[in-house]
């Protein structure tokens, strides 16, 4: 069975400081995928980063990067220059193919972001 | 762009309803989800399918049942709502490819009474 964790269940951040949230996952499929999404408190679920784990580089989009650690099944995310918009619960998730075909993602409990002014 | 549309954005219903909420994709994606989210907890899968009248459980199909039978449709049923059912219901669609992302609805708040 698949897992993920996320540690921290709030965090706070200076507006324009960097921020990471933890992820850390345990699988047995050597293939999988690792997500990244943001919920604002609006309630949607925004799609931010995606790592394949047969990538060798880090997955990078604009101020999001993924901090993956294949040898410590880690996946943090790393947001740069924090802004207000910032704000919201972030959720680690993954997926594997275990039968051939990509099915559900397995998801984390979410880290709530606060960014300071 | 995907849209997923959720038929509901609130409802209240009383224990013992049958209940339905229905979700449509518009991007021919071959997989729907539904998930409950509950503070704390995250996401939790409830039932997905992966093709028409296929369906798989999730992690928490207990109380629940699903219907899909045409690609872009896929239903929730609560058989028999109860209060512990109270909750937000997140609707998703996908493409078969391990990297393809999760395209959700704004989601369904359910209130049992």
């Known amino acids: 069975a698949q897992k993920i964790t996320q540690t921290q269940p709030g965090m706070f951040v200076q507006e324009k400081e960097a921020v990471t949230l933890d992820c850390t996952y345990d699988t047995s499929d050597p293939s999988y995928g690792l997500f990244w999404y943001k919920q604002p408190s609006s309630g949607e679920m925004i799609f931010l980063i995606y790592?394949?784990?047969?990538?060798?580089q880090n997955a990078t989009e604009g101020r999001y990067s993924l901090n993956f650690q294949k040898a410590r099944k880690s996946a943090n995310l790393v947001i740069s220059a924090s802004q207000l918009g910032d704000s919201a619960m972030y959720f680690c998730a993954m997926r594997v193919i275990p039968s051939g075909s990509a099915r559900q993602l397995t998801f984390g409990s979410g880290t709530q972001l606060t960014v300071l002014p | 762009d995907v849209k997923v549309t959720q038929s509901s954005r609130y409802l209240v219903k009383r224990t013992g309803e049958k209940v339905f909420l229905e979700c449509v994709q518009d991007m021919d994606h071959e997989n729907m989800f539904w998930y409950r989210q509950d503070p704390g907890l995250g996401l939790r899968l409830i039932y997905f399918s992966y093709d028409v009248k296929m369906k798989e459980k999730g992690d928490i199909p207990e109380g629940y049942s699903v219907s899909r039978e045409k690609k872009e449709r896929f239903s929730l049923i609560l058989e028999s709502a109860s209060t512990n059912q109270t909750s937000m219901y997140l609707c998703a669609s996908s493409r078969g490819q391990l990297n393809s992302p999760l395209h959700f609805g704004n989601g369904t708040r359910l209130t049992v009474t």
């Open positions: 790592q394949g784990s047969y990538d060798q």
